[in-house]
């Protein structure tokens, strides 16, 4: 139970952050290969691109939970009452049936990569295998909505205290 709760709170970050000190790495290694030893790593800049592209994705989801997306704040803060936490139930909702929509998309997408059989060029990886960092983020993005959903519920119920996100 500890693990599932630590995966909750810390997944997205984890996640980032290897992916952050592996491009640091990666292309740390490529300078000193260039500049000390005048070689280059022909598969560096591939993968540190890769993992770049995943984070991207990945972090959709981590702004998601922690409150992080453009919003309009001015506007609904002027709602009165309990108005602010039923537009963002609604905003909530549009953003979860627009990831829960992209979800087949980008599945069928990881589908015809493995048919296609597609490789990277420098480092051989089966693109499919980046590809489906879409459905990852996407479903992540889902599930932190629900769960901010689910959250804004309580608050309206009164069995949570408000909190700014």
């Known amino acids: ?8 709170n810390n997944l997205e970050q984890a996640i980032l952050l290897m992916l ?4 640091t790495i990666v292309m740390g290694g490529q300078i000193i290969a260039r500049y000390a030893f005048s070689a280059s790593l022909s598969w560096s800049e ?10 991207g994705f990945i972090s959709a989801s981590y702004c998601i939970k922690h409150g992080l997306s453009v919003k309009i704040d001015q506007l609904v803060g002027m709602l ?5 936490h039923y537009m963002r139930l609604v905003s909530y ?19 015809a990569g493995m048919a ?5 060029p420098a480092c051989g990886i089966p ?3 980046i590809q489906s960092f879409t459905v990852i983020s996407f479903v992540l993005c889902c599930i932190r909505l629900i769960q901010k959903f689910i959250q804004r519920v ?7 205290e408000a909190e700014e996100k």
């Open 1 to 8: 139970m500890k693990v599932l709760k630590w995966l909750d």
């Open 127 to 129: 693109m499919y295998l």
């Open 46 to 55: 591939e993968i540190t691109r890769y993992m770049f592209i995943i984070s």
């Open 80 to 84: 009165p009452g309990k108005g602010v």
């Open 93 to 111: 909702l549009i953003q979860l049936l627009f990831f829960a929509y992209l979800v087949p998309f980008a599945w069928k997408y990881v589908k």
């Open 116 to 120: 296609s059989g597609q490789l990277s």
């Open 20 to 23: 952050l000190c592996g491009m």
């Open 154 to 160: 309580e608050i309206i119920t009164g069995k949570r």
